[in-house]
């Protein structure tokens, strides 16, 4: 009995299918690498392969932006 009284405190009130439509995203129109690539103002054409993100790959090319960026300062 405590449980039910409690669960409309506890539990997350229900959803219209309509709201979650609009929160998810169906279609993914790139790879998750070439929109954190282009996140961070990097080029996506500097991955290996586009479908994995290689985060050693993604830190050498972080490094070498922001060393590109002092020398310009």
């Known amino acids: 009995e405590l449980r039910t009284r409690l669960a409309s405190y506890v539990l997350p009130k229900a959803k ?10 169906l279609f993914i129109d790139e ?3 070439v929109g954190i690539y282009k996140k961070f103002g ?4 500097l991955l ?3 479908q ?3 985060f050693r790959e993604w830190c ?4 070498e932006k922001s060393e590109r960026e002092e ?3």
């Open 71 to 73: 020398t310009l300062t």
């Open 52 to 54: 994995e993100l290689d």
């Open 60 to 63: 050498k090319h972080m490094r």
């Open 16 to 25: 219209d299918t309509e709201d979650l439509q609009k929160e998810t995203q």
């Open 48 to 50: 290996e392969n586009p």
């Open 31 to 33: 790879p998750v690498a």
């Open 42 to 45: 990097l080029d996506p054409d």
